[in-house]
């Protein structure tokens, strides 16, 4: 375990500069531009993801990050739907890691390959 996760106030901007890195990774993933703003719900979704990531760096796996996203989205009334539908509450990746087709999983993989490399840069 990576002590700095723990024992060294992490300043916001450190933790947003995290954020930013693993969205950004991900969006370039699914073929979004990377002149296109990130969205504010998505930062707001994913600050969960970048705390469980901190509680254990070098274990938390994607499959972790994934689960705890269903998690809090089923907590909200989320389920699965074909196509994301903000008034049904319905998103395509909400599902459990077996079941997310392969380039998901492997997006899920580039981002937190991603937030690695940021947080292995990133002040002590």
Do not use: C
Not at 33 to 62: G, K, M, V
Not at 74 to 88: I, L, M, N, P, V
Not at 92 to 97: G, V
Request: hydrophobic share 35%.
């Amino acid at each position: 375990m990576d002590d700095r996760a723990l024992t060294t106030p992490m300043k916001l901007n450190t933790m947003k500069n995290l954020l930013t890195t693993y969205l950004r990774a991900m969006y370039t993933e699914y073929g979004v531009p990377d002149d296109q703003p990130l969205l504010e719900s998505d930062l707001r979704e994913h600050e969960a993801s970048i705390i469980l990531f901190l509680s254990d760096p070098e274990n938390t796996t994607a499959m972790d990050l994934h689960t705890a996203w269903v998690s809090r989205k089923e907590a909200q009334g989320w389920s699965f739907g074909q196509r994301h539908d903000a008034k049904r509450m319905t998103h395509p990746q909400a599902l459990p890691w077996p079941r997310l087709r392969q380039y998901e999983r492997d997006t899920e993989e580039v981002g937190i390959a991603a937030l690695r490399d940021a947080f292995a840069k990133a002040p002590a």
